[in-house]
């Protein structure tokens, strides 16, 4: 009897999805770390040149990333040759590519874009596997980066609820044009327990088992549209479901 209790012990835990353990954990970040990037403009006659203005993540053929929209300079300074670039490396180590937008998606606060130089290493993306409350994944990106420097940090993070973008206040008062956008076109988003900083948008959120993508934190926007009538800000982080920046991806013609 004890016999054919662990044969189908074995069968059932076969059928099981792998399971990360602690000690994967710095496998899994080390190897993440050379696909996050930085995303900001350079303009030379400014002190210093280049400014972080928050996180990126490679994808596709390497020559592409994904970042938030609100991420994006709304101008540049074309006059005085401002660019958009992409900053790869960390620390001391880093490398700047010239980049430029390839497709947007404001409503979802997503952007694609193309770099010049060398192919990165990629992240890739899974929109068919079902998040789940409880789920534990990483974030990792640039925390006040225009601070601290491009040293990528990494959080744990429990998926503490999926809930939608946007809720219904109790006053007129309490709503701003973000809320009342996504009231109209309300769509869920991953509530986390980790705390994400304005330099972490953009940031990818990922499994460690496998290194795919499910959602793009947004540190900023989302907390716009639920957390208006707080008088505070929570510390409550949020991240996009990467199934909405698939459409970004087909307009270069690449899907996971």
Do not use: W
Not at 55 to 81: C, I, M, Q, W
Not at 146 to 171: D, E, F, H, K, R
């Amino acid at each position: 009897m004890k016999r054919i209790f662990m044969s189908a012990l074995l069968a059932v835990s076969a059928c099981l999805p792998a399971v990360s353990t602690a000690a994967d954990l710095p496998d899994a970040i080390a190897q993440a770390k050379s696909s996050i990037v930085g995303v900001g403009t350079q303009l030379m006659t400014r002190r210093p040149p280049a400014l972080l203005r928050g996180t990126g993540f490679v994808v596709a053929d390497g020559k592409h990333v994904l970042t938030n929209y609100h991420v994006l300079p709304e101008v540049l300074d074309s006059e005085h040759r401002e660019v958009l670039v992409v900053f790869s490396g960390s620390g001391d180590m880093q490398t700047l590519h010239t980049a430029r937008v390839i497709a947007s998606d404001a409503e979802h606060d997503l952007a694609l874009l193309r770099i010049d130089g060398r192919p990165l290493p990629a992240l890739q993306l899974d929109a068919d596997v079902e998040v789940r409350e409880g789920e534990s994944l990483l974030l990792t990106g640039f925390p006040v980066g225009a601070v601290l420097g491009l040293y990528p940090a990494t959080s744990q993070a429990m998926v503490s609820a999926i809930t939608p973008i946007a809720i219904p206040v109790p006053t007129t008062q309490s709503l701003n044009a973000a809320s009342i956008k996504r009231l109209r076109t309300p769509y869920l988003v991953y509530q986390l327990d980790a705390i994400a900083y304005p330099g972490n948008s953009g940031s990818p959120l990922y499994r460690a088992s496998d290194l795919k993508v499910v959602g793009v934190i947004n540190a900023v926007l989302v907390k716009e549209s639920k957390e208006a009538a707080l008088e505070r800000p929570t510390a409550i982080s949020y991240a996009i479901p990467i199934k909405f920046a698939l459409p970004l991806l087909e307009k270069i013609g690449s899907t996971p």
